[in-house]
């Protein structure tokens, strides 16, 4: 911090008092601006307020008290010394009843004058310092706990902070696992919203009446089997924050109905024939581009366009290698404080199995994998042998003998199901069999997971 952001207005009608003051503060080396009346000084503090104001009680026009009411309720922070006579010594007094930071009395000695000054601009380092900490520890919180210092996740962070505190849709891209529900989070505790709930949807997997039922609620006796009135999510999250997950999942239909909602500021819920106002914002995250679903026909040009108003990408987790063992150490924290373990860290080898390694489920990949390795070492060292075999890419050797097929086959189940956090329908996906297919295997191949 240095002394030229400190602004410093003087106000005082007497030029001759006003100067000395100006030019007494400039051999500090303090920038000071000079008026003679409060008007134009009152005038140019609204548009950008003053660090510190040093002002005569007696002015023409509006005087000092006037000054110090309509500067504390612009800006609370303002720190002002006011400048009386002898005579005026009560109105002084009521000046720092005001807010007035001290006094001081004409004609002014040099050596109180410093004195003064020295001990308000100390506080008012003070205050800026408190003020830097503390939106530095609120952009922390902010992130919940996202980790990363590489170039694309900087840029991330900064995206997180912009859009925030706008109250427009964000769309959130980036391959599962790279951090989209984190980064929803991020942004709706740095939100106005932050107060009010942020519910979540996944829209895959979801037959169209399911989703309106979820998305929407419904009335008693809507349809078979509603014994009682339902709120939907949307109605939940009144003046909060709804989070669309796999968006391009969400069913045709349903996506002309979300449009009319976000359209209209209201739902109905089923059987319902009132509509209900409600007030939410809306981020939608996907795995895929969205603009190439439309493209395809998959997802509404016209929704599209009324979600796109920001869209955040976030990297794969091996294009950012610079927070891979960043993730990795602060993984590896969490797990040792979650299983109480004392685990000092990787050994060298380890550590460069990890960072050689691909990661298609990305961060959450790298989260399991940790917690495994955590779950399993009985050494206070991560070590290369405590690593899951998918991360043993050292060319064959004696102890590391090239293997079999059915060797093979169990690491790549191994990788797969951990890429996919363990879920075995998406794992059978990815490997191309049936979910029965791939519990014969794990049971056979005595896969443990
Ligand atoms: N930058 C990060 N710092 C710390 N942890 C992270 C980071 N990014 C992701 N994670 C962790 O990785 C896991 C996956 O993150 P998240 O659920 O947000 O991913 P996602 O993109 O929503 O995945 P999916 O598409 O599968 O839903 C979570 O446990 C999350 O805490
Ligand atoms: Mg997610």
Request: net charge neutral.
């Amino acid at each position: 911090m240095n002394k030229q952001s400190i602004r410093i207005a003087v106000i005082d009608d007497e030029k001759i008092s006003a100067i000395h003051i100006q030019e007494h503060l400039a051999d500090y080396g303090y920038p000071v601006d000079v008026f003679f009346q409060a008007e134009p000084f009152l005038e140019s503090y609204m548009c950008s307020p003053y660090e510190l104001v040093i002002t005569d009680m007696k002015l023409p026009g509006i005087d000092g008290m006037g000054i110090i009411e309509q500067v504390k309720a612009r800006h609370r922070e303002t720190e002002i010394v006011v400048i009386t006579g002898y005579a005026t010594i009560d109105s002084a007094i009521e000046a720092i009843r005001a807010g007035a930071f001290h006094y001081l009395t004409k004609p002014i000695r040099l050596e109180e004058f410093s004195s003064l000054i020295s001990q308000v601009i100390d506080k008012i380092f003070l205050r800026i310092e408190a003020d830097n900490l503390r939106a530095l520890m609120m952009r922390e919180a902010g992130r919940d706990g996202m980790i990363g210092t590489s170039k694309q996740m900087v840029e991330v962070f900064k995206i997180i902070e912009k859009v925030a505190p706008l109250d427009c849709p964000v769309i959130i891209h980036g391959q599962s696992g790279t951090g989209k529900e984190l980064v929803a989070r991020a942004i709706h505790r740095l939100s106005p919203r932050c107060d009010d709930p942020i519910v979540s949807l996944n829209c895959g997997g979801f037959s169209p009446e399911l989703i309106a039922n979820e998305l929407f609620g419904h009335e008693k006796a809507a349809f078979t089997g509603a014994f009682k009135a339902k709120k939907g999510l949307l109605e939940s999250a009144d003046k909060g924050i709804v989070l669309l997950d796999e968006i391009t999942e969400m069913p045709w239909d349903m996506q002309v109905k979300l449009l009319r909602v976000i359209q209209e500021g209201q739902i109905y819920r089923i059987g319902a024939t009132r509509p209900i106002n409600i007030d939410i914002r809306i981020l939608a995250a996907s795995n895929r581009n969205l603009e190439e679903e439309v493209k395809k026909g998959k997802f509404r040009e016209d929704l599209f366009f009324r979600l796109n108003v920001m869209t955040l990408s976030l990297p794969r987790l091996k294009d950012r290698q610079g927070d891979l063992l960043l993730l990795a150490d602060h993984f590896l924290q969490k797990f040792s404080q979650a299983y109480n373990k004392k685990i000092s860290g990787f050994s060298a080898k380890a550590r460069d199995a990890l960072a050689k390694y691909d990661y298609p489920g990305n961060v959450r990949e790298l989260e399991n994998i940790i917690a495994r390795c955590v779950a399993l070492t009985e050494s206070d060292r991560i070590g290369e042998s405590d690593l899951p075999p998918c991360l043993a890419c050292d060319p064959p050797s004696l102890t590391n003998p090239l293997k079999s097929l059915k060797e093979l086959e169990k690491d790549h189940i191994v990788k797969v199901l951990l890429a996919v956090d363990g879920q075995r329908e998406q794992a059978a996906r990815v490997l191309g069999v049936t979910r029965s297919t791939l519990w014969r295997k794990i049971k056979k191949l005595g896969l443990k997971i």
